[in-house]
T-cell receptor
Framework: AQKITQTQPGMFVQEKEAVTLDCTYD???????LFWYKQPSSGEMIFLIY??????QNATEGRYSLNFQKARKSANLVISASQLGDSAMYFC????????????FGQGTELSVKP | EAGVAQSPRYKIIEKRQSVAFWCNPI?????LYWYQQILGQGPKLLIQ????????DSQLPKDRFSAERLKGVDSTLKIQPAKLEDSAVYLC?????????????FGPGTRLLVL
């Protein structure tokens, strides 16, 4: 099975510090997309950032950046200057396009930001 | 722009009863997805529609689950009869079209508890 692996069930970070959430994926597809979503306790999945497999540069969106290492099949999310509102579950997902475009999700990492 | 709408937000039923969930995607989005998220796991795709046609329903338990998107806009997911293991959050998502870079936008979800 082409899996997404998030090895950190829970992470703590001090407010205003940076934190890296790990994600590795398994695929034989030459072309794919990688996504990160945030899920607060309210339950909604909020899109954060996208990285295409052929993108030359790492994606950035405000305080979020993606450390994409294609050869290692890793797509780690970096959150700079953590805020209390960043406390949530974070999911890494890969778009499996050859089956209609479904997202394959990892197990998630629960991030807690301490004041 | 209005987001993905879902109702109800919460539902509690007895096992063997039936239940239905409703989703209205973002206006103009051709692709609609239903995901099931069991507690402690990432979401898993149940069914995907492109307009009113099914693209992927390979993981839908068809003996008890059904879904439709009759006019290519809103969609209904039904469970009949429900089992205890159906307790989960049911997330609806939409995207403008199929494609490698198409972000899926999620609704708030319906939390189902089967007793």
């Amino acid at each position: 099975a082409q899996k997404i692996t998030q090895t950190q069930p829970g992470m703590f970070v001090q407010e205003k510090e940076a934190v890296t959430l790990d994600c590795t994926y398994d695929t034989s597809d030459p072309s794919y997309g990688l996504f990160w979503y945030k899920q607060p306790s309210s339950g909604e999945m909020i899109f954060l950032i996208y990285q295409g497999s052929y993108d030359q540069q790492n994606a950035t969106e405000g305080r979020y950046s993606l450390n994409f290492q294609k050869a290692r099949k890793s797509a780690n999310l970096v959150i700079s200057a953590s805020q209390l509102g960043d406390s949530a579950m974070y999911f890494c997902a890969r778009l499996q396009y050859n089956q209609g475009g479904k997202l394959i999700f990892g197990q998630g990492t629960e991030l807690s930001v301490k004041p | 722009e209005a987001g993905v709408a879902q109702s109800p937000r919460y539902k509690i039923i007895e096992k063997r009863q039936s239940v239905a969930f409703w989703c209205n995607p973002i206006s103009g989005h051709a692709t609609l997805y239903w995901y099931q998220q069991i507690l402690g796991q990432g979401p898993k795709l149940l069914i995907q529609f492109q307009n009113n046609g099914v693209v992927d329903d390979s993981q839908l338990p068809k003996d008890r689950f059904s879904a439709e998107r009759l006019k290519g806009v809103d969609s209904t997911l039904k469970i009949q009869p429900a089992k205890l293991e159906d307790s989960a959050v049911y997330l609806c998502a939409s995207s403008p079209r199929l494609g490698m870079q198409e972000t899926q936008y999620f609704g708030p979800g319906t939390r189902l508890l089967v007793l």
